[in-house]
Nanobody
Framework: QVQLVESGGGSVAPGGSLRLSCATSIDTNTISSMAWFRQAPGKEREGVAVIYSQGDFSYGVAMYAASVKGRFTISGDSAKKMIFLEMENVQPEDAATYYC??????????????????WGQGTQVTVSS
């Protein structure tokens, strides 16, 4: 059973920072893409950031949605089998449930349009002063 387990969600004040983590039981040598998506109530799911690699996500290449570029950083630690999302200068529009996802394929620059093969249960981020 493939598992992705997110953690680190919570409440953050506008302008604050938060770090999300995703632990996986997947053999990362079989995965090309690991990503963070988010979905706010009443809105469609949105791709936030992706890191793609040929097995070692510690050195993967990252891509970001325009709405978070410069504020969020995705990274990976293949030894720990984890990926992270560092969120800085968090804004009210960043409030959502954040999902970790993984896929054996790399879909290219329009990765956010694809339904990844594996998903976590999500962790909620609220933004409130």
């Amino acid at each position: 059973q493939v598992q992705l387990v997110e953690s680190g969600g919570g409440s953050v004040a506008p302008g604050g920072s938060l770090r999300l983590s995703c632990a996986t039981s997947i053999d990362t040598n079989t995965i090309s893409s690991m990503a963070w998506f988010r979905q706010a109530p009443g809105k469609e799911r949105e791709g936030v950031a992706v890191i793609y690699s040929q097995g070692d996500f510690s050195y993967g290449v990252a891509m970001y949605a325009a709405s978070v570029k410069g504020r969020f950083t995705i990274s990976g630690d293949s030894a720990k089998k984890m990926i992270f999302l560092e969120m800085e200068n968090v804004q009210p529009e960043d409030a959502a449930t954040y999902y970790c996802a993984a896929d054996p394929k790399w879909y290219g620059p329009t990765w956010y349009n694809y339904d990844f093969a594996y998903w976590g249960q999500g962790t909620q981020v609220t933004v409130s002063s």
